[in-house]
């Protein structure tokens, strides 16, 4: 992946949507690589037999994960897209430190200097209600700019996903994966909605919004 902001879109390491409502939920980690919409490249999901997306994204950058009293305090309680550096995965647990949780594997991003929490639903009490899939394809929305970007909104449905292409997996299949995909991550952005200033959760499609569970 390519390393260092680039006038012309930065290849991301990740750009993460997951989903859940009335107990069935469906995630989607997109590994993308971000460029000129002008390029005339197709996306992967347009042209199943291209070859792998593979870009320079410069070496991971990782540090001690923060308590929440350490987090930004510049995200909005709206939809949106924070891009930003990958610095600390929190994998699930009742430690309690660093936000951790059972249900949710924690993504600490920096953006502009500070870092926000982004939390992923794997799982609830115990129960493994999160169907899953990864596709590659070229960065929905406008180019990596880090920020929190209000103004830019993702579908399942026309980055040609559908439900029935997402298989259930259980919370440990779901941490093993997204600790594999992001373990080498820089660059990321995450599709959420910010649950205060400090941070975002929801990187969903909710059921609840349509009257079947299927899309």
């Known amino acids: ?113 500070e870092v926000y929490d982004v939390a992923v639903n794997v799982g609830e009490n115990g129960v493994d209600d999160v169907h899953s899939t990864t596709r590659e394809l070229a960065m929905p929305g406008p180019a990596w700019q880090e920020g929190w970007h209000t103004d830019v909104i993702a579908n399942y449905v026309t980055l040609g996903v559908r439900s029935t292409d997402m298989p259930l997996a259980t919370s440990a299949q779901l941490v093993t994966a997204m600790m594999n995909d992001l373990g080498t991550a820089n660059h990321i952005s995450v599709f959420a909605t910010g649950y205060g200033p400090d941070g975002a959760h929801l990187v ?12």
Not at 62 to 90: E, F, H, M, W
Not at 204 to 215: D, E, P, V
């Open 204 to 215: 969903h499609r909710n059921r609840q919004a349509f009257t079947s569970q299927t899309f």
């Open 1 to 113: 992946m390519n390393r260092g902001p680039a006038p012309q879109g930065l290849p991301s390491a990740a750009d993460s949507a997951y989903g859940c409502g009335m107990r069935s939920c469906w995630s989607l980690l997109l590994l993308v690589a971000c460029g000129s919409s002008s390029s005339g490249t197709p996306d992967a999901a347009d042209a199943p037999d291209a070859a792998p997306i593979v870009v320079d994204d410069g070496p991971p950058t990782r540090v001690p994960c923060v308590p929440q009293s350490k987090l930004g305090d510049n995200l909005t309680a709206s939809y949106g897209r924070l891009d930003g550096i990958l610095v600390a995965i929190v994998p699930p647990s009742n430690s309690g430190g660093c936000q951790a949780d059972n249900d949710h594997l924690h993504l600490q991003i920096r953006m502009n200097g």
